[in-house]
Protein backbone atom coordinates (compact mmCIF):
# COMPACT_ATOMS: atom_id res chain seq x y z
CA UNK A 1 0.00 0.00 0.00
CA UNK A 2 0.95 3.27 -0.85
CA UNK A 3 -0.26 6.73 0.95
CA UNK A 4 -0.47 10.17 -0.56
CA UNK A 5 -0.59 13.18 1.75
CA UNK A 6 -1.27 16.31 -0.33
CA UNK A 7 -0.74 20.10 1.00
CA UNK A 8 -0.89 23.49 -0.04
CA UNK A 9 -4.81 24.00 -1.46
CA UNK A 10 -6.89 27.08 -0.48
CA UNK A 11 -8.56 30.45 -1.32
CA UNK A 12 -6.42 32.93 -3.95
CA UNK A 13 -7.74 35.84 -6.21
CA UNK A 14 -7.01 35.36 -10.02
CA UNK A 15 -3.37 36.36 -10.86
CA UNK A 16 -2.26 34.87 -7.71
CA UNK A 17 -0.04 31.47 -6.92
CA UNK A 18 -0.40 28.33 -4.36
CA UNK A 19 2.21 25.98 -4.22
CA UNK A 20 0.84 22.26 -4.16
CA UNK A 21 2.87 19.39 -2.48
CA UNK A 22 2.38 15.90 -2.27
CA UNK A 23 4.43 13.17 -0.38
CA UNK A 24 4.08 9.33 -0.62
CA UNK A 25 4.99 6.81 2.00
CA UNK A 26 4.46 3.40 2.18
CA UNK A 27 5.78 0.71 0.06
CA UNK A 28 7.95 3.04 -2.45
CA UNK A 29 9.19 2.13 -5.71
CA UNK A 30 11.89 4.05 -6.72
CA UNK A 31 10.81 4.16 -10.61
CA UNK A 32 7.05 6.14 -10.39
CA UNK A 33 5.08 8.22 -11.50
CA UNK A 34 3.52 11.16 -10.01
CA UNK A 35 1.01 13.65 -11.15
CA UNK A 36 -1.59 15.85 -10.45
CA UNK A 37 -5.02 15.92 -11.41
CA UNK A 38 -8.51 18.33 -10.64
CA UNK A 39 -11.89 17.94 -11.15
CA UNK A 40 -13.97 20.97 -11.11
CA UNK A 41 -17.48 20.80 -10.27
CA UNK A 42 -20.13 19.46 -12.34
CA UNK A 43 -16.82 17.71 -14.98
CA UNK A 44 -14.51 15.04 -14.98
CA UNK A 45 -11.16 14.43 -13.57
CA UNK A 46 -8.80 15.71 -15.68
CA UNK A 47 -4.71 15.67 -15.57
CA UNK A 48 -3.01 18.59 -14.61
CA UNK A 49 0.43 17.38 -15.09
CA UNK A 50 2.76 14.52 -14.45
CA UNK A 51 6.31 13.14 -14.31
CA UNK A 52 7.46 10.18 -15.03
CA UNK A 53 10.36 7.62 -13.98
CA UNK A 54 12.76 9.31 -16.46
CA UNK A 55 11.70 12.58 -15.18
CA UNK A 56 9.41 13.77 -18.77
CA UNK A 57 7.39 16.18 -18.09
CA UNK A 58 3.72 16.28 -19.25
CA UNK A 59 1.16 19.44 -19.04
CA UNK A 60 -2.55 19.86 -19.86
CA UNK A 61 -2.60 22.75 -22.88
CA UNK A 62 -4.50 24.94 -20.11
CA UNK A 63 -2.06 25.08 -17.69
CA UNK A 64 1.50 25.16 -19.72
CA UNK A 65 3.44 28.15 -18.93
CA UNK A 66 1.73 28.94 -15.91
CA UNK A 67 1.96 25.50 -13.67
CA UNK A 68 5.45 23.64 -12.99
CA UNK A 69 5.57 20.13 -11.67
CA UNK A 70 9.27 19.04 -9.71
CA UNK A 71 10.03 16.12 -7.91
CA UNK A 72 11.16 16.91 -4.03
CA UNK A 73 14.42 15.48 -2.72
CA UNK A 74 13.53 14.24 0.48
CA UNK A 75 11.97 11.01 -0.77
CA UNK A 76 8.66 10.79 -3.21
CA UNK A 77 7.65 13.64 -3.09
CA UNK A 78 6.07 16.08 -6.14
CA UNK A 79 5.43 19.36 -6.04
CA UNK A 80 3.03 21.84 -7.87
CA UNK A 81 3.54 25.33 -8.34
CA UNK A 82 0.92 27.39 -9.97
CA UNK A 83 0.85 30.95 -10.83
CA UNK A 84 -1.26 33.11 -12.75
CA UNK A 85 -4.33 31.10 -11.58
CA UNK A 86 -7.42 31.67 -13.12
CA UNK A 87 -10.93 31.19 -11.75
CA UNK A 88 -11.57 28.26 -14.19
CA UNK A 89 -8.27 26.59 -12.12
CA UNK A 90 -11.09 25.78 -9.66
CA UNK A 91 -11.40 22.48 -8.32
CA UNK A 92 -10.16 19.43 -5.93
CA UNK A 93 -6.80 18.42 -6.78
CA UNK A 94 -5.47 15.09 -6.63
CA UNK A 95 -2.41 13.58 -6.46
CA UNK A 96 -1.68 10.54 -8.42
CA UNK A 97 1.42 7.87 -8.00
CA UNK A 98 1.89 4.74 -9.86
CA UNK A 99 4.38 2.05 -10.06
CA UNK A 100 4.14 -1.23 -12.11
CA UNK A 101 0.66 -1.98 -11.92
CA UNK A 102 -0.19 0.14 -8.68
CA UNK A 103 -2.02 2.97 -9.17
CA UNK A 104 -2.98 5.42 -5.62
CA UNK A 105 -4.95 8.46 -5.20
CA UNK A 106 -4.61 11.24 -2.58
CA UNK A 107 -7.59 12.56 -0.98
CA UNK A 108 -7.49 15.63 -2.42
CA UNK A 109 -7.03 19.34 -1.88
CA UNK A 110 -9.31 22.58 -2.93
CA UNK A 111 -8.26 25.35 -4.85
CA UNK A 112 -10.07 27.87 -5.09
CA UNK A 113 -9.67 31.49 -7.45
CA UNK A 114 -11.48 34.50 -7.20
CA UNK A 115 -12.51 36.76 -9.78
Known amino acids: QVQLVESGGGLVQAGGSLRLSCGAS????????MGWYRQAPGKQREVVAV???????TYAQSVRGRFTISRGYAGPTVHLDMNDLRPDDTGIYFC?????????WGQGTQVTVSY
Open 96 to 104: NYIAGTKDY
Open 51 to 57: IDPDDKI
Open 26 to 33: GNIFSANT
